[in-house]
């Protein structure tokens, strides 16, 4: 739910930690507690689900007044649902009920703070629901041994006790999700709807959902049907067999035989399915149009974002007045590239979710709009360098979708190197300096927060005088933490590499554990002119 931040190496690794972590909810694991107190004596079985924080400051704003009355009925109401567990009790309840939804949490956890009215709204719809889901929490901090047991080994961690038997969460974080999720997994898939009243009502209550009409709930198609809806983890399905009741749903239906449709609240609402009815190609339709045009990226999303199918993803970063003007435009593009390429929009004044990624680009501290993009097939991004206009951003994505787009390879500025007997090389000059210099040329590939680079730029310092009388051998020096280059793939630092005339693709990696009389040695040996080697004096 939380993943890692980007390194400045690949955005492939970035999106192969966070792939990985959308398999769980369980954030941002901690070391587990060690010390367990149960003061309690008694079971106590209905506790409030979550104490609502004192508000700090002046009278706040109505709006403000408004959510926090909500968010307090709906946690109230929670706490007569929600059964608190503790040493005494925890293995009672889930021995004596068939299904317990379980919330692992720690006060101090801002994560498990943000869950809480999200498990507390899902208590309350699935109450209303008529669900047979117990749900439950446990303070892990508190009840450690207990957490052990039960397998919560971070927070906050989501687990669903069948039987007695755990199944882990894999589905979203808002509570409308957690309640899809519970109630698929114990026993109802898709809800039917038999009247123009109880579609009007669904619509009311469901943002996005995938509409099923059949004459007759049975046969291949039908059971397909359900197939993928038991398998989904995400999406409300609802089966309608009069064709009246699923106008309702989706307006512009025109069917005469079964038909799958999928819903959002969003401009573009509507999508009609036209595969065969297998499950897997109904997933796959699925997975490639659950997103809205543009999807608004946060914590709570971010996992499910990352594991879209759709590789291209185009993500602008704009501070959120600035994309109040820019996402109506920026949704008319996205429509020309449904299901090829995922539009995404991330606030750029909030540095947990914006900062790792413009650390990618070296313009981490941009207030201004930013437009990127990702191709996720081959770990390459790319940066749009003129202004972010729709007609720019539209050409920007064709390119990208055609292949015809340069992958953007970060560099500081050009620096002045004269007179300097240690160039120094970004991203920009690498060619110049290095590859296509008719120079030998000794690179030290290196990084800021390097502990042991300091000693082999020294080394490297003194060689450079050393060999100061060498025509055709250049010492230079590269900051890999701020430029990039295709051709230039380290990721251990410091490296030494030796680029020798005559052969640039094939340079020779030096030890840097070596003293700088063994390293001269060693240089001397890859020289051509031999005769240009000065006199071994170190």
């Known amino acids: 739910m939380f993943p890692a931040k ?38 106590s079985d209905l506790q409030e689900l979550i104490a609502i ?34 040493s005494d009790n925890a293995r009672r309840v889930i021995d004596q009920n068939e299904f317990v939804l379980i919330l692992g949490y720690a006060p101090w956890c801002a994560r498990s703070a ?75 898939p898709v809800i039917r709807i038999s009247s123009s009243v109880e579609a009007e009502d669904f619509q009311k209550k469901y943002h996005l959902f995938v509409l099923g009409l059949f004459d007759k709930f049975e046969g291949h198609d039908y059971e397909e049907f359900i197939k993928a809806a ?63 045009l543009v999807t608004i990226l946060t914590e709570l999303n971010s996992a499910r974002v990352y594991s879209s199918p759709v590789k291209l993803q185009v993500i602008v970063f704009a501070d959120a007045d600035d994309f109040k003007n820019l996402i109506r435009p920026l949704q008319e593009v996205a429509r020309k590239f449904i299901s090829k390429i995922m539009f995404i929009y991330i606030d750029i004044a909030d540095e947990n979710q914006a900062k790792p990624f413009l650390t990618l680009f070296g313009i981490e501290d941009s207030e201004n709009t930013v437009v990127t993009a990702f191709d996720n097939r081959m770990s390459s991004k790319y940066l749009l360098e003129s202004n ?36 120094v090389v970004v991203g920009k000059t690498l060619d110049d300096l290095v590859l296509s210099s008719p120079k030998n040329v000794l690179l030290e590939v290196y990084t800021p927060w390097c502990i042991s680079c300091e000693t082999t730029t020294k080394q490297i310092e003194k060689l450079a005088k050393h060999f100061k009388g060498v025509d055709n051998l250049v010492f230079a020096r590269i900051d890999a933490s701020a ?48 005769e240009d080697v000065p006199k071994d004096e170190l």
């Open 6 to 43: 980007p390194t400045s190496r690949s955005m492939l690794f970035t999106f192969t930690i966070l792939l990985l972590l959308s398999s769980t909810i369980f954030v941002a694991a901690n070391e587990d507690p060690t010390v367990e107190t149960d003061n309690d004596g008694a079971d």
């Open 53 to 86: 924080d004192e508000q700090e400051g002046g009278g706040g704003e109505e709006q403000q007044q408004g959510d926090q009355q909500k968010e307090a009925e709906v946690l109230s109401k929670a706490q007569r649902i929600v059964l608190e567990l503790n």
């Open 114 to 188: 943000e869950l809480m009215p999200q498990f507390a709204e899902a208590a309350n719809k699935l109450k209303e629901l008529g669900s047979p889901v117990l749900m439950a929490k446990l303070d892990a901090e508190r009840y450690p041994k207990v957490a052990s047991t039960l397998g919560i080994k971070g927070f906050p961690t989501l687990l669903l006790f069948v039987n007695g038997t755990s199944q882990v969460y894999t589905g979203g974080f808002s509570g409308e999700d957690i309640v899809i999720w519970a109630r698929k997994k114990t026993g109802v």
């Open 230 to 292: 038991t398998i989904d983890n995400e999406i409300q399905f609802v089966e309608v067999s009069s064709s009246a009741v699923a106008k309702i749903l989706f307006p512009n239906i025109n069917a005469k035989d079964n038909f799958i449709g999928i819903v959002k609240s969003e401009p573009e609402k509507y999508t009609a399915y036209g595969g065969i009815f297998e499950k897997d190609t109904i997933l796959q339709f699925l997975e490639y149009n659950k997103f809205p």
């Open 388 to 423: 972010p206009t729709s007609s720019n951003i539209e050409e920007f994505c064709s390119r990208l979708l055609h292949g015809s787009l340069s992958p953007y390879f970060k560099s500081q500025p050009i620096p002045d190197n004269k007179e300097k007997i240690l160039q």
């Open 483 to 530: 430029n990039e280059h295709p051709k230039l793939l380290v990721d251990d630092y410091p490296t030494l590499l030796f680029y020798p005339v005559g052969d640039k693709e094939n340079p020779v990696k030096l030890s840097t554990k070596s003293s700088s009389k063994d390293l001269a040695t060693v240089i001397k040996s890859l020289l051509r002119a031999k």
